[in-house]
Protein backbone atom coordinates (compact mmCIF):
# COMPACT_ATOMS: atom_id res chain seq x y z
CA UNK A 1 0.00 0.00 0.00
CA UNK A 2 1.04 3.44 -0.94
CA UNK A 3 1.92 6.14 1.21
CA UNK A 4 -0.49 9.39 0.72
CA UNK A 5 0.38 12.21 -1.15
CA UNK A 6 -0.36 15.04 -3.44
CA UNK A 7 -0.40 15.35 -7.32
CA UNK A 8 2.00 18.27 -7.56
CA UNK A 9 4.49 16.39 -4.14
CA UNK A 10 3.70 18.81 -1.68
CA UNK A 11 2.26 15.93 0.75
CA UNK A 12 5.75 14.06 2.06
CA UNK A 13 6.25 11.39 -0.20
CA UNK A 14 8.22 9.04 2.54
CA UNK A 15 5.61 9.15 4.33
CA UNK A 16 7.04 5.84 5.94
CA UNK A 17 9.99 7.44 7.49
CA UNK A 18 8.43 10.55 8.51
CA UNK A 19 6.03 8.66 11.18
CA UNK A 20 6.90 10.63 14.56
CA UNK A 21 7.90 7.78 15.76
CA UNK A 22 10.60 6.29 13.02
CA UNK A 23 13.57 7.26 15.37
CA UNK A 24 12.21 4.97 18.40
CA UNK A 25 10.27 7.30 20.31
CA UNK A 26 8.20 5.44 22.93
CA UNK A 27 4.89 6.92 25.10
CA UNK A 28 5.42 6.58 28.68
CA UNK A 29 2.24 6.93 31.06
CA UNK A 30 2.60 6.66 35.11
CA UNK A 31 -1.06 8.00 36.12
CA UNK A 32 -2.22 7.82 39.66
CA UNK A 33 -5.52 9.34 42.01
CA UNK A 34 -7.68 8.15 44.50
CA UNK A 35 -11.28 7.61 44.04
CA UNK A 36 -14.03 7.90 42.28
CA UNK A 37 -12.17 6.57 39.29
CA UNK A 38 -9.07 5.35 41.18
CA UNK A 39 -5.33 5.23 39.06
CA UNK A 40 -2.21 3.68 39.37
CA UNK A 41 -0.54 2.98 36.54
CA UNK A 42 2.64 2.39 34.87
CA UNK A 43 3.48 1.67 31.54
CA UNK A 44 5.26 2.15 27.97
CA UNK A 45 4.82 1.80 24.58
CA UNK A 46 7.68 1.80 22.18
CA UNK A 47 7.70 2.92 18.58
CA UNK A 48 6.43 0.54 16.28
CA UNK A 49 5.26 -1.51 19.20
CA UNK A 50 2.04 -2.42 19.90
CA UNK A 51 0.76 -2.91 23.73
CA UNK A 52 -2.86 -4.21 24.45
CA UNK A 53 -4.46 -3.02 27.83
CA UNK A 54 -6.34 -6.10 29.20
CA UNK A 55 -8.34 -6.50 32.44
CA UNK A 56 -12.21 -6.43 33.67
CA UNK A 57 -15.18 -3.98 33.19
CA UNK A 58 -13.95 -1.09 35.44
CA UNK A 59 -10.48 -1.92 35.20
CA UNK A 60 -9.82 1.39 33.93
CA UNK A 61 -8.48 0.81 30.84
CA UNK A 62 -10.58 3.64 28.49
CA UNK A 63 -10.24 5.88 31.11
CA UNK A 64 -6.78 5.44 30.40
CA UNK A 65 -6.79 5.89 26.77
CA UNK A 66 -8.20 9.14 27.38
CA UNK A 67 -5.98 10.41 29.43
CA UNK A 68 -3.43 9.45 27.16
CA UNK A 69 -5.44 11.63 23.94
CA UNK A 70 -6.03 14.45 26.29
CA UNK A 71 -10.04 13.93 26.86
CA UNK A 72 -9.87 13.19 30.53
CA UNK A 73 -7.16 14.99 32.99
CA UNK A 74 -6.03 12.72 36.05
CA UNK A 75 -5.18 14.17 39.66
CA UNK A 76 -1.58 13.20 39.16
CA UNK A 77 0.83 11.66 36.87
CA UNK A 78 2.82 12.46 34.14
CA UNK A 79 2.36 11.04 30.11
CA UNK A 80 5.48 11.43 27.63
CA UNK A 81 5.65 10.82 24.38
CA UNK A 82 8.34 10.94 21.85
CA UNK A 83 10.91 13.01 23.94
CA UNK A 84 7.89 15.97 24.57
CA UNK A 85 5.78 15.91 27.81
CA UNK A 86 2.18 15.77 27.33
CA UNK A 87 0.69 15.99 30.47
CA UNK A 88 2.47 16.47 34.19
CA UNK A 89 0.07 16.90 37.14
CA UNK A 90 2.51 18.55 39.47
CA UNK A 91 3.50 21.25 36.90
CA UNK A 92 0.31 21.90 35.86
CA UNK A 93 0.96 21.27 32.25
CA UNK A 94 -1.63 19.40 30.44
CA UNK A 95 -1.49 19.90 26.23
CA UNK A 96 -4.51 19.93 24.35
CA UNK A 97 -5.81 16.94 22.16
CA UNK A 98 -5.10 19.01 19.28
CA UNK A 99 -1.45 19.64 20.59
CA UNK A 100 -0.61 15.75 21.41
CA UNK A 101 -1.84 14.74 18.00
CA UNK A 102 -2.89 11.30 18.71
CA UNK A 103 -4.69 9.17 16.26
CA UNK A 104 -8.06 7.68 18.48
CA UNK A 105 -10.44 4.57 16.91
CA UNK A 106 -13.23 4.81 19.13
CA UNK A 107 -15.55 1.72 19.98
CA UNK A 108 -18.14 2.76 17.82
CA UNK A 109 -16.02 4.67 15.33
CA UNK A 110 -17.70 7.93 15.50
CA UNK A 111 -18.11 8.80 11.90
CA UNK A 112 -19.89 12.24 11.07
CA UNK A 113 -22.94 10.33 9.58
CA UNK A 114 -23.43 13.32 6.88
CA UNK A 115 -20.60 13.27 5.45
CA UNK A 116 -19.01 10.48 2.52
CA UNK A 117 -15.72 8.24 3.85
CA UNK A 118 -13.84 11.08 1.92
CA UNK A 119 -15.19 13.82 4.23
CA UNK A 120 -14.85 12.10 7.54
CA UNK A 121 -10.66 11.78 7.04
CA UNK A 122 -10.49 15.02 4.84
CA UNK A 123 -11.79 16.36 8.72
CA UNK A 124 -8.29 14.85 9.86
CA UNK A 125 -6.89 16.59 7.06
CA UNK A 126 -7.16 20.13 7.90
CA UNK A 127 -2.84 20.25 8.44
CA UNK A 128 -2.65 20.11 4.84
CA UNK A 129 -3.82 22.97 1.76
CA UNK A 130 -7.52 22.61 1.11
CA UNK A 131 -6.59 21.67 -2.37
CA UNK A 132 -4.56 18.53 -1.33
CA UNK A 133 -6.95 17.08 0.85
CA UNK A 134 -9.52 15.08 -1.32
CA UNK A 135 -6.38 13.35 -2.93
CA UNK A 136 -5.30 12.74 0.31
CA UNK A 137 -8.16 11.45 1.94
CA UNK A 138 -8.44 9.07 -1.13
CA UNK A 139 -4.95 7.60 -0.62
CA UNK A 140 -5.74 6.74 2.47
CA UNK A 141 -8.97 5.34 1.86
CA UNK A 142 -7.05 3.06 -0.41
CA UNK A 143 -4.07 2.47 1.86
CA UNK A 144 -7.47 0.69 3.99
CA UNK A 145 -8.42 -1.47 1.34
CA UNK A 146 -11.83 1.26 0.41
CA UNK A 147 -10.91 1.57 -3.50
CA UNK A 148 -13.66 2.96 -4.60
CA UNK A 149 -15.87 3.51 -1.52
CA UNK A 150 -14.79 7.65 -0.98
CA UNK A 151 -18.31 8.77 -1.93
CA UNK A 152 -20.48 6.33 0.48
CA UNK A 153 -21.63 7.60 3.53
CA UNK A 154 -21.19 5.45 6.76
CA UNK A 155 -25.05 4.46 6.71
CA UNK A 156 -23.97 2.80 3.30
CA UNK A 157 -20.89 1.39 4.60
CA UNK A 158 -20.69 -2.24 6.39
CA UNK A 159 -19.13 -2.74 9.91
CA UNK A 160 -15.34 -3.65 8.83
CA UNK A 161 -15.55 -0.47 6.24
CA UNK A 162 -16.85 1.80 9.30
CA UNK A 163 -14.04 1.07 10.97
CA UNK A 164 -11.26 1.12 8.25
CA UNK A 165 -12.54 4.46 7.77
CA UNK A 166 -11.78 5.58 11.49
CA UNK A 167 -8.52 4.43 11.01
CA UNK A 168 -7.56 6.06 7.94
CA UNK A 169 -9.13 9.02 9.41
CA UNK A 170 -6.96 8.16 12.60
CA UNK A 171 -3.98 7.74 10.30
CA UNK A 172 -4.44 10.46 8.61
CA UNK A 173 -3.26 13.23 10.99
CA UNK A 174 0.07 11.63 10.87
CA UNK A 175 -0.19 10.93 14.66
CA UNK A 176 2.48 10.22 17.45
CA UNK A 177 0.93 7.28 19.16
CA UNK A 178 -2.42 5.51 17.94
CA UNK A 179 -5.13 4.49 20.06
CA UNK A 180 -7.45 1.75 19.41
CA UNK A 181 -10.61 1.48 21.80
CA UNK A 182 -12.15 -2.13 21.07
CA UNK A 183 -12.04 -1.43 17.12
CA UNK A 184 -13.50 -4.59 16.88
CA UNK A 185 -15.92 -5.06 19.46
CA UNK A 186 -18.91 -4.16 16.93
CA UNK A 187 -18.40 -6.46 13.68
CA UNK A 188 -18.62 -10.15 13.09
CA UNK A 189 -15.89 -12.84 13.98
CA UNK A 190 -14.85 -12.96 10.06
CA UNK A 191 -14.92 -9.41 9.47
CA UNK A 192 -12.79 -9.46 13.08
CA UNK A 193 -9.81 -12.01 12.02
CA UNK A 194 -9.66 -9.86 8.43
CA UNK A 195 -9.44 -6.54 10.34
CA UNK A 196 -6.97 -8.24 12.70
CA UNK A 197 -4.88 -9.24 9.81
CA UNK A 198 -4.90 -5.74 7.89
CA UNK A 199 -3.74 -3.78 11.07
CA UNK A 200 -0.71 -6.80 11.79
CA UNK A 201 -0.14 -5.69 8.29
CA UNK A 202 -0.05 -2.10 8.75
CA UNK A 203 2.18 -2.08 11.79
CA UNK A 204 5.25 -2.68 9.64
CA UNK A 205 4.58 0.38 7.88
CA UNK A 206 3.67 2.97 11.17
CA UNK A 207 6.43 3.18 13.17
CA UNK A 208 4.37 4.33 16.32
CA UNK A 209 3.42 3.36 19.54
CA UNK A 210 0.22 1.62 19.12
CA UNK A 211 -2.10 1.12 22.58
CA UNK A 212 -4.77 -1.17 22.09
CA UNK A 213 -7.97 -1.62 24.77
CA UNK A 214 -9.49 -5.58 24.54
CA UNK A 215 -12.01 -7.15 26.72
CA UNK A 216 -10.27 -10.51 24.65
CA UNK A 217 -7.28 -11.84 25.41
CA UNK A 218 -6.95 -14.23 22.54
CA UNK A 219 -7.23 -10.82 20.28
CA UNK A 220 -4.20 -9.29 22.61
CA UNK A 221 -2.09 -11.92 22.37
CA UNK A 222 -1.81 -12.82 19.03
CA UNK A 223 -1.93 -8.78 17.79
CA UNK A 224 0.33 -7.54 20.57
CA UNK A 225 3.33 -7.30 21.69
CA UNK A 226 3.25 -7.36 24.97
CA UNK A 227 -0.14 -6.86 27.17
CA UNK A 228 -0.60 -4.66 30.26
CA UNK A 229 -2.92 -5.96 33.08
CA UNK A 230 -5.11 -4.00 34.40
CA UNK A 231 -7.06 -3.87 37.63
CA UNK A 232 -9.45 -0.96 39.57
CA UNK A 233 -7.27 1.00 37.69
CA UNK A 234 -3.98 -0.66 38.47
CA UNK A 235 -1.89 -2.26 36.35
CA UNK A 236 -0.36 -5.40 37.90
CA UNK A 237 1.70 -7.13 34.60
CA UNK A 238 3.09 -6.00 31.67
CA UNK A 239 5.05 -8.93 29.70
CA UNK A 240 4.91 -10.36 26.15
CA UNK A 241 1.84 -12.27 26.12
CA UNK A 242 3.85 -16.20 26.32
CA UNK A 243 6.04 -14.61 29.31
CA UNK A 244 2.61 -13.40 31.24
CA UNK A 245 0.55 -16.84 30.31
CA UNK A 246 3.49 -19.02 31.70
CA UNK A 247 4.89 -16.67 34.71
CA UNK A 248 1.92 -14.55 36.16
CA UNK A 249 3.42 -11.61 38.20
CA UNK A 250 0.73 -12.88 41.12
CA UNK A 251 -2.29 -15.00 41.92
CA UNK A 252 -4.32 -11.91 41.30
CA UNK A 253 -2.71 -11.48 37.51
CA UNK A 254 -3.38 -15.36 37.35
CA UNK A 255 -6.89 -15.00 38.31
CA UNK A 256 -7.37 -11.90 35.86
CA UNK A 257 -5.87 -13.90 33.21
CA UNK A 258 -8.16 -17.10 33.70
CA UNK A 259 -5.22 -19.31 35.01
CA UNK A 260 -6.73 -21.80 36.88
CA UNK A 261 -4.34 -23.89 38.08
CA UNK A 262 -2.89 -21.36 41.41
CA UNK A 263 -2.02 -23.25 44.22
CA UNK A 264 -0.92 -23.08 47.56
CA UNK A 265 2.50 -24.72 49.01
CA UNK A 266 5.06 -24.98 51.31
CA UNK A 267 9.10 -25.02 51.32
CA UNK A 268 10.14 -27.89 52.38
CA UNK A 269 14.16 -29.81 52.53
CA UNK A 270 14.08 -33.20 52.53
CA UNK A 271 17.64 -35.14 51.60
CA UNK A 272 16.95 -34.51 47.80
CA UNK A 273 17.26 -31.30 48.40
CA UNK A 274 14.73 -28.18 48.46
CA UNK A 275 11.18 -29.28 47.41
CA UNK A 276 7.49 -27.66 47.56
CA UNK A 277 5.37 -29.26 49.58
CA UNK A 278 1.88 -29.37 48.25
CA UNK A 279 -0.58 -31.95 50.18
CA UNK A 280 1.31 -35.60 50.59
CA UNK A 281 3.53 -34.54 47.59
CA UNK A 282 6.81 -33.18 47.45
CA UNK A 283 7.84 -31.31 43.89
CA UNK A 284 10.63 -30.66 42.09
CA UNK A 285 11.10 -27.15 40.83
CA UNK A 286 13.07 -26.00 38.23
CA UNK A 287 14.19 -22.35 39.66
CA UNK A 288 13.40 -19.82 42.42
CA UNK A 289 13.03 -22.46 45.59
CA UNK A 290 15.93 -21.64 46.60
CA UNK A 291 15.61 -18.38 47.54
CA UNK A 292 12.57 -19.22 50.04
CA UNK A 293 12.88 -20.16 53.55
CA UNK A 294 11.89 -23.57 54.24
CA UNK A 295 8.40 -23.74 56.12
CA UNK A 296 7.53 -20.53 53.71
CA UNK A 297 3.61 -20.73 52.31
CA UNK A 298 3.99 -19.66 48.32
CA UNK A 299 1.45 -19.67 45.96
CA UNK A 300 2.53 -20.87 42.84
CA UNK A 301 0.75 -21.80 39.18
CA UNK A 302 1.31 -24.71 36.53
CA UNK A 303 0.08 -24.23 32.90
CA UNK A 304 -2.01 -26.85 31.85
CA UNK A 305 0.31 -27.52 29.07
CA UNK A 306 2.58 -28.81 31.33
CA UNK A 307 0.60 -31.40 32.88
CA UNK A 308 1.39 -34.60 31.49
CA UNK A 309 -0.92 -37.81 31.31
CA UNK A 310 0.42 -40.85 32.54
CA UNK A 311 -0.41 -43.66 29.64
CA UNK A 312 -2.05 -47.20 31.31
CA UNK A 313 0.61 -49.33 30.56
CA UNK A 314 2.91 -47.39 29.39
CA UNK A 315 5.36 -45.54 31.68
CA UNK A 316 7.91 -42.99 29.93
CA UNK A 317 10.84 -41.35 31.57
CA UNK A 318 8.88 -38.03 31.83
CA UNK A 319 6.06 -39.83 34.25
CA UNK A 320 8.64 -40.03 36.94
CA UNK A 321 9.17 -36.23 37.44
CA UNK A 322 6.41 -34.92 40.25
CA UNK A 323 3.59 -37.49 39.91
CA UNK A 324 0.39 -37.50 41.33
CA UNK A 325 -3.01 -38.97 41.65
CA UNK A 326 -6.34 -37.63 41.24
CA UNK A 327 -9.93 -38.21 40.54
CA UNK A 328 -11.53 -36.97 37.48
CA UNK A 329 -14.31 -34.62 38.44
CA UNK A 330 -14.61 -33.12 34.80
CA UNK A 331 -14.37 -33.58 31.65
CA UNK A 332 -15.40 -31.49 28.57
CA UNK A 333 -15.04 -32.32 24.79
CA UNK A 334 -14.98 -29.79 22.40
CA UNK A 335 -14.23 -31.04 18.97
CA UNK A 336 -11.24 -32.50 18.55
CA UNK A 337 -9.57 -31.21 22.69
CA UNK A 338 -10.81 -32.70 26.00
CA UNK A 339 -10.39 -30.69 28.72
CA UNK A 340 -10.57 -32.12 31.98
CA UNK A 341 -10.60 -31.12 35.83
CA UNK A 342 -8.89 -33.75 38.51
CA UNK A 343 -9.75 -33.22 42.15
CA UNK A 344 -7.77 -34.40 44.82
CA UNK A 345 -8.18 -36.15 48.66
CA UNK A 346 -5.67 -33.85 50.42
CA UNK A 347 -7.17 -30.81 49.70
CA UNK A 348 -10.15 -28.91 47.74
CA UNK A 349 -8.02 -27.51 44.60
CA UNK A 350 -9.10 -28.62 41.36
CA UNK A 351 -5.75 -29.22 38.76
CA UNK A 352 -6.89 -28.57 35.16
CA UNK A 353 -5.59 -29.99 31.77
CA UNK A 354 -6.56 -30.79 28.34
CA UNK A 355 -5.33 -33.08 25.56
CA UNK A 356 -6.55 -34.43 22.30
CA UNK A 357 -9.88 -36.43 22.50
CA UNK A 358 -8.38 -38.77 20.71
CA UNK A 359 -5.50 -39.91 23.58
CA UNK A 360 -8.51 -38.85 26.42
CA UNK A 361 -10.35 -42.20 24.93
CA UNK A 362 -7.32 -44.00 24.16
CA UNK A 363 -6.41 -44.04 28.11
CA UNK A 364 -10.12 -44.74 29.33
CA UNK A 365 -10.67 -41.20 30.91
CA UNK A 366 -14.29 -40.50 32.30
CA UNK A 367 -15.74 -39.12 34.64
CA UNK A 368 -14.59 -40.83 38.24
CA UNK A 369 -11.79 -42.52 37.18
CA UNK A 370 -8.81 -41.94 38.72
CA UNK A 371 -5.87 -41.21 36.84
CA UNK A 372 -1.53 -40.40 37.19
CA UNK A 373 -0.59 -37.53 35.97
CA UNK A 374 3.19 -35.71 36.06
CA UNK A 375 3.43 -31.72 36.97
CA UNK A 376 6.57 -30.85 35.18
CA UNK A 377 9.21 -29.20 37.39
CA UNK A 378 10.06 -26.39 34.54
CA UNK A 379 6.20 -25.47 34.21
CA UNK A 380 5.96 -24.39 37.59
CA UNK A 381 6.39 -20.79 38.76
CA UNK A 382 6.34 -19.42 42.31
CA UNK A 383 4.60 -16.06 43.17
CA UNK A 384 4.43 -14.25 46.06
CA UNK A 385 2.17 -15.27 48.51
CA UNK A 386 1.95 -12.05 50.49
CA UNK A 387 -0.69 -11.22 47.48
CA UNK A 388 -3.98 -12.51 48.69
CA UNK A 389 -6.57 -13.91 46.59
CA UNK A 390 -8.93 -11.14 44.55
CA UNK A 391 -12.37 -12.41 45.39
CA UNK A 392 -13.77 -9.63 44.18
CA UNK A 393 -11.88 -10.37 40.58
CA UNK A 394 -14.18 -11.88 37.62
CA UNK A 395 -11.97 -13.94 35.67
CA UNK A 396 -15.09 -14.24 32.97
CA UNK A 397 -15.70 -10.75 32.39
CA UNK A 398 -12.14 -11.09 30.07
CA UNK A 399 -13.98 -12.98 27.71
CA UNK A 400 -10.59 -15.44 26.91
CA UNK A 401 -11.98 -16.90 23.68
CA UNK A 402 -11.10 -20.64 22.02
CA UNK A 403 -7.68 -20.23 22.26
CA UNK A 404 -5.38 -21.37 24.86
CA UNK A 405 -2.39 -18.90 25.16
CA UNK A 406 -0.51 -21.42 27.23
CA UNK A 407 0.45 -22.96 23.94
CA UNK A 408 1.44 -19.40 22.88
CA UNK A 409 5.91 -20.21 21.93
CA UNK A 410 8.03 -16.93 22.64
CA UNK A 411 7.60 -13.99 19.87
Not at 175 to 194: C, G, I, K, N, Y
Not at 227 to 244: D, I, K, M, T
Not at 336 to 345: E, M, N, R
Request: proline share 7%; glycine share 8%; aromatic share 4%.
Amino acid sequence: MGSPGDAGGAVAESNRTSWPGANGERLAVSLHQPGPIPLAADFHCEAGELLALVGPSGSGKTTLLRSIAGLYRPAGGVIRCAGETWFDAAAGHSLRPQQRRVGLVFQDYALFPHLTARGNVMVALDHLPSAERRLAAEQWLARVRLDGLADRHPAALSGGQRQRVALARALARNPRALLLDEPFSAVDQVTRRRLQRELALLREEIRIPIVLVTHDLDEAAALADRLCVLHAGRSLQQAPAAELFRRPASPAVARLLDRHNVFVGRVADDAAGRRLQWGPWRLEVASDLERLSPGQRVCWYLPPSDVVLHRRGRPSRGERENPVEGRVVEMAVLGGISFVALAFDHCDDTLRFELPTHAARRNGLAQGERVGVSLLAAGIHLMPEADAWPDAIDPVELAPGDIHPDDLSAR
